[in-house]
């Protein structure tokens, strides 16, 4: 057997690349989105494919067939996007298409969903299909990925099958597994309790832009009575929002002295 050898398409557009055979040599590259496929326990970096950029323990899973809506298999501080994804995604029967309901580009229509992502894709915007893939079937870097639906607003992980990795999807299979089933109603669930969070957190800022209006007009309404406007000052003082207690910082004086005394040295 000849040896492993390094990809020999180095730099290149993410989408151009996508194309290519993965390769069977690895690097050390950017942290997985899964927690438990760092490199070492307290490492920030992951071992990852140099053709595709996608995680070696990712893509043995999806050889495998593995894959998972459980959110809570991701880092902590991909959850809440995750969330934000299928949020915008109308999640239907497991045989059905799921559209996309978020952004898409006014010129050719193209779905897209935000993410920075260094390391793996210089893009800001990618398509939903791959993010999908991504949060389901595991971090596999730019690999390209297909739809059997044809559909391209459909997010489905059901209808989406990873490229160039050697998946054997059997649909079926995936349709009649009750560990899916449960963990799909817990996803449904969560998303009901992000999009009510971000309501109420809507809500109150719509409440409290609504308070700063009427407090201002009370404040600098010349008809206004002088015993609403003391009780608007004081309670804006004990609620620690008036503009006297906004630029204040009460170790400013001891900063300023511990500078002082670490000048002398």
Known sequence: MPESQPSKKVGGHTY??????????AEEGALCLYSGHSIGRFSSSSMRYDSHQACVRCVAAAREG????????????????????WSKVDIAQPDDCWEWLGYRC??????????????????TQHHPQRVAMWFTWGDLGYTGVKSTCGNKYCCNPFHLIPQKIGVFVDCDSYLESFELACELHTLKQQIAEYNLEEAMKEQEKLISQQELEDRS???????????????????DMLSGRHPSQTNQNPNSHFQDDEENTTENF
């Open 217 to 235: 007009n009370l404040l600098f309404e010349p008809d206004s009575n002088f015993s609403d406007r003391f009780q608007a000052v004081v309670e």
């Open 66 to 85: 593995r894959m998972s809506f459980n959110i809570d298999r991701l880092l902590k501080k991909e959850r809440k996007r995750a969330l934000k994804f």
């Open 106 to 123: 006014k010129t050719n229509g193209m779905p897209q969903f935000p993410w920075r992502r260094p390391g793996i894709s210089t893009s």
């Open 16 to 25: 151009g690349r996508r194309n290519l055979n993965m390769s069977n040599t």
